[in-house]
């Protein structure tokens, strides 16, 4: 849907966010062919406003620069919103993206982001202060931070819940 947006619709939806961005990781690649031997960087960034929007962009190009640049314009374009309450998620959350397994749950104030790795670079972008997580199977990179993004998205607040429903906020709790 975004890749079919104009350029005015594009630079309307990212002028107001203050996107602070992180790079995960850059690596240097390399095909092979019956000549010689062609080598490129692979780039992967996060994106985030640390208030709820949070998203990632790989990249790949000759240079390692320019394939920080691209991962970072495909980042503004797969921003996603994350709900968050008093700095931390709204329920414990699960999601699988190939071979990775990501766990997510709440924390009290004062815990902090207890992750590791791509996992803890997404958190801190979305803006999250007090969360527990465990990253189950697979460990590679870019399958961590889909997983994770993935778990941020599925997150619904009693607010969304309630409107979803139709019903008020105390009837959710009650039953």
Same mark, same amino acid.
């Given at each position: 849907?975004?890749?079919?947006?104009s350029e005015k619709e594009?630079?309307t939806?990212?002028? /107001?966010? %203050? $996107?602070?961005?992180r790079?995960v990781?850059?690596?240097?690649v390399?095909?092979?062919?019956?000549? #010689? #031997?062609?080598?490129s960087f692979?780039?992967?960034?996060?994106?985030?406003?640390?208030?709820g929007?949070?998203g990632?962009?790989?990249?790949? @190009?000759k240079?390692?620069p %320019?394939?920080?640049?691209?991962? /970072?314009?495909?980042?503004? #374009?797969?921003?996603?919103k994350?709900?968050? @309450?008093?700095?931390t998620?709204?329920?414990e959350?699960?999601?699988k993206?190939?071979?990775?397994?990501? $766990?997510?749950?709440?924390? @009290?104030?004062?815990?902090?982001?207890?992750?590791g790795?791509?996992?803890r670079?997404?958190?801190?972008?979305?803006?999250?202060r007090?969360v527990l997580?465990k990253s189950?199977?697979?460990?590679?990179t870019?399958n961590?931070i889909?997983?994770?993004?993935?778990?941020?998205?599925y997150? =619904? %607040?009693?607010?969304?819940?309630?409107?979803q =429903? /139709?019903i008020?906020i =105390?009837?959710v709790?009650?039953?």
């Amino acid at each position: 849907m975004t890749a079919f947006l104009s350029e005015k619709e594009k630079k309307t939806k990212y002028s /107001g966010l %203050d $996107l602070k961005e992180r790079l995960v990781g850059v690596t240097r690649v390399c095909k092979v062919t019956k000549g #010689r #031997r062609y080598f490129s960087f692979s780039a992967i960034v996060i994106k985030g406003n640390e208030n709820g929007m949070v998203g990632y962009g790989f990249g790949k @190009s000759k240079e390692a620069p %320019d394939a920080i640049h691209k991962a /970072g314009e495909q980042a503004k #374009r797969t921003l996603c919103k994350v709900c968050i @309450s008093n700095g931390t998620i709204p329920h414990e959350q699960e999601a699988k993206y190939g071979g990775a397994c990501i $766990l997510i749950k709440p924390a @009290s104030e004062g815990t902090g982001i207890i992750a590791g790795g791509p996992l803890r670079a997404v958190l801190e972008a979305a803006g999250l202060r007090n969360v527990l997580s465990k990253s189950k199977g697979s460990s590679n990179t870019h399958n961590v931070i889909k997983a994770t993004i993935k778990a941020l998205s599925y997150m =619904r %607040d009693v607010k969304k819940i309630a409107e979803q =429903r /139709g019903i008020s906020i =105390r009837k959710v709790y009650n039953g």
